[in-house]
């Protein structure tokens, strides 16, 4: 919203009466002032209303003679620790009720934390590593980092984070609701994180969100607000083992209107990071010797994306990668699970004799 005033004067419900509608901010308060009929004389109407973060509207009565209003903003203080409900609420972590926020036990904290806090953000006294990298929606398994200052650490230090993606934009990039900040203990962190008195670090678990949603890796690059520093964790749908991977089938035969026996099965593994998989061919029947084994997009038709090994080819790897039209990982993974990547065989004296089938997901009994 515009942190500028502005003020729309209409009638109010009843005849002596007229309302004033501010664009109002939460942690601010408005006072409408009236002149007297001398127009020289100002005084308050009523207590100030606080914001509600909208468009406010205030009703007055309005006494005979009176034509001029005017509306001041009033900052608030609700658990008066001197720090305005404003400033608590741009401050991520701070409760405008509570003048200890942090339950540091210590009378004024939120004054002294916040002053602390622009003090580390002016001086660039906070850096952020990474100390588990890899995080698994499926297992539950963390990312973790660290959060580190220098200099004294005599008094708590409260670090507000700042988060973005891949600076490659064909990879995947992870959104605040991919994942929970907690502490160490589980807890989760919905603001500032508190490096604690006396230490000079502390880490926090970036904890995956289990969407549902089959998805490429995606890269969380996290720092200090008002620092270009960033670290980098990545999460993952699931870790790769055997039980995580994904089976695809295709039923090699020959193109519609194409003369051959030629004939076979393909298979593809995708592993449980949807990052790589590895591809198993077996075919029989060509006229002549194998000229090319190349797996394409069906839209449009026989846009080659990867070349295979010729012959039989038995976990041949394949990245899930950005390529031709498909210009995101993600793009070439929807598009296979959508059975929308085919395998294109062909043989040297007879191009034509080839295989172009949908690889599908083995659920799926076009696969049989």
């Excluded at 942190?3 to 408005?30: E, F, H, I, R």
């Excluded at 404003?86 to 036990?105: H, L, M, Q, V, Y």
């Excluded at 289990?210 to 998805?215: H, P, R, S, T, Y």
């Excluded at 999460?235 to 295709?250: E, G, Q, Y």
Aim: proline residues 7%; hydrophobic residues 40%.
């Amino acid at each position: 919203m515009n942190s500028k005033l502005s003020v729309v004067v209409s009638n109010g419900p009843a005849a002596n009466q007229v309302t004033l509608t501010v664009n109002s901010l939460l942690g601010k308060a408005y006072q409408v002032h009236a002149a007297d009929v001398t127009g020289i004389h100002w005084s308050r109407i009523g207590d100030p209303v606080p914001g509600t973060g909208g468009q406010l509207p205030i009703t007055i009565n309005v006494s005979a003679g009176q034509t001029e209003f005017w509306v001041s903003v009033v900052d608030r203080d609700q658990d008066g620790d001197q720090l305005t409900d404003w400033e608590e609420r741009a401050i991520k972590g701070f409760d405008p009720t509570n003048p200890d926020s942090f339950g540091t036990g210590q009378p004024g904290a939120d004054l002294i934390l916040a002053q602390d806090w622009a003090a580390g953000v002016t001086n660039q006294i906070v850096s952020v590593s990474t100390v588990s990298a890899l995080g698994y929606e499926k297992e539950q398994t963390p990312a973790v980092i660290r959060i580190s200052r220098t200099g004294s650490s005599a008094r708590a230090l409260p670090v507000i984070l700042t988060y973005g993606g891949d600076p490659d934009g064909t990879k995947g990039s992870a959104s605040t609701s991919d994942f929970v900040l907690k502490s160490m203990g589980g807890a989760p962190i919905s603001g500032a994180v508190l490096i604690p008195a006396g230490s000079s670090s502390v880490e926090v678990l970036v904890a995956p969100v289990q969407d549902g949603a089959v998805e490429v890796p995606e890269t969380l690059a996290c720092g200090p607000l008002g620092s270009t520093q960033r670290t980098l964790v990545k999460i993952h749908d699931a870790t790769n083992v055997p039980a995580n991977d994904k089976l695809l089938v295709a039923q090699l035969a020959p193109m519609a209107g194409v003369t051959s026996e030629g004939s076979g099965i393909a298979t593809i593994r995708l592993k449980g990071d949807n990052a790589s998989a590895l591809v198993n061919i077996r075919f029989y029947g060509l006229t002549s010797s194998q000229a090319t084994a190349i797996l394409t997009i069906n839209s449009p038709l026989g846009t080659h994306l990867k070349s295979l090994p010729r012959g039989q080819a038995e976990d041949a790897s394949w990245d899930i990668i950005a390529g031709q039209i498909l210009t995101t990982d993600q793009a070439v993974l929807d598009k296979l699970l959508d059975a929308g990547i085919h395998l294109n065989i062909a043989s040297i004296t007879n191009p034509p004799e080839r295989s172009v089938v949908p690889l599908c997901p083995s659920v799926d009994p076009r696969s049989w």
